[in-house]
């Protein structure tokens, strides 16, 4: 099932926040953020873990509510650089086994001078 | 340590041939995951594969479309009679172990064309 992120598009002005939110209808064991600028790969970011871990980039924090299924990605003191499209990647929580991140459709974030 | 690689970076075919897109993970890494990417789109998930297994293509047209990763070489995905919705950008991503334990690494894509 493919998480909802939102909002789906945000403009900033450099020095502004923003956060992007992710939602799940199934019980999540991981969430993870990346960042893709227009024509490139993803970057990651941020992965939070069930139970509380997380493991990812110094200047951008993120929460991660299991219960609610939900994550939040907090960009704050934005940059120029930060412009891109976020994504968050979701892990299924399963019985046993490894499965693949399911993708949201991304947060196109501009962020202007 | 190269990146993961992916090759071509452009493909064009015309309807009806055939498209093979090649991923050499990181090294070390025996996890593999392709996804496709339309424009102005997100990731959508197509398949997981570690050496030699198909863990999860619950993501794939169940026809036309296959992929491997042999015990030696490249995860190849491959698409048979092309059409023109297969145009896309594909991405190639992989990892050391299964995704919760750390980052995914991606290729910068293969961009298919279907003329």
């Known amino acids: 099932q493919q998480p909802v992120q939102s909002p789906q598009a945000v403009i900033l002005r450099e020095g502004e926040d923003a956060v992007i939110n992710c939602s799940s209808s199934?019980?999540?064991?991981?969430v993870h953020w990346y960042r893709q600028k227009h024509g490139e790969a993803p970057v990651f970011l941020m992965i939070?873990?069930?139970?509380?871990e997380q493991k990812g980039h110094e200047k951008i924090s993120a929460s991660f509510n299991e219960k609610k299924q939900q994550s939040s990605l907090y960009l704050t003191a934005s940059q120029l650089s930060y412009s891109g499209t976020y994504f968050c990647?979701?892990?299924?929580?399963?019985?046993?086994?490894?499965?693949?991140?399911?993708f949201g459709k991304g947060t196109r974030l501009s962020v202007i001078a | 340590n190269a990146g993961v690689m992916q090759n071509p970076r452009h493909l064009v075919r015309r309807r009806g041939q055939e498209a093979r897109l090649r991923c050499s993970p990181m090294?070390?890494?025996?996890?593999v995951y392709w996804y496709r990417q339309l424009p102005e789109e997100g990731l959508k998930f197509m398949v997981y594969?570690?050496?030699?297994?198909?863990?999860?293509e619950s993501g794939m047209p169940k026809e036309r479309f296959s992929a491997e990763f042999p015990k030696e070489g490249p995860s190849i995905l491959r698409i048979q009679q092309v059409v023109r919705g297969d145009s896309a950008a594909y991405f190639c991503?992989?990892?050391?172990?299964?995704?919760?334990?750390?980052?995914?690494?991606f290729g910068e894509g293969s961009r298919l064309t279907v003329l």
């Open positions: 991503a992989s990892s050391r172990q299964g995704v919760n334990t750390g980052e995914l690494f």
């Open positions: 199934k019980a999540l064991y991981s």
């Open positions: 939070l873990l069930k139970g509380g």
């Open positions: 990647g979701t892990e299924r929580l399963v019985g046993s086994g490894n499965t693949p991140l399911v």
């Open positions: 090294k070390g890494h025996s996890h």
């Open positions: 594969l570690q050496k030699e297994n198909i863990i999860d």
